[in-house]
């Protein structure tokens, strides 16, 4: 389940920040993160903190629940 | 903005922990944690990781989207 989830999450901020037109350079920089950082994530490798999500999708351009609605609807679970 | 976006997410988590009528120590225990990391999450002094996000919204009963639209409007700014 962990696995699932955080690839499923890497997944969505992939699929937003490829709506963006962003490479993952860019979100890294806007966002203040390590360049490498949006790719561990992208890939499901890290398990990010709640500031951390909170700034992924102020700079994505969407609201927390916004992102959760969908990232729920591909996970397909009800948390 | 740190300390707002902790101590909002935290006074989400008591809001429904209250609702569903479940002590610390028992929504601690359902989530596998230790019996004073829901004490510190309702003050804001953790900021939490996905995983445990998506654990507490899964033994309150609610959705990650159901739990961060409340949040929002809660915290009133716009992810």
Not at 31 to 50: A, V, W
Request: charged share 25%; proline share 1%; glycine share 8%.
């Amino acid at each position: 389940m962990r696995e699932q989830t955080l690839k499923a999450f890497g997944q969505e901020v992939r699929y937003w920040r490829a709506e963006r037109r962003l490479s993952q350079e860019e979100l890294a920089d806007q966002c203040g993160f390590h360049r490498t950082y949006i790719g561990q994530i992208e890939r499901g490798e890290r398990n990010p903190s709640l500031l951390n999500i909170l700034t992924l999708c102020r700079h994505l351009g969407i609201s927390l629940s916004e992102f959760f609605t969908r990232y729920e609807t591909v996970l397909g679970t009800f948390a």
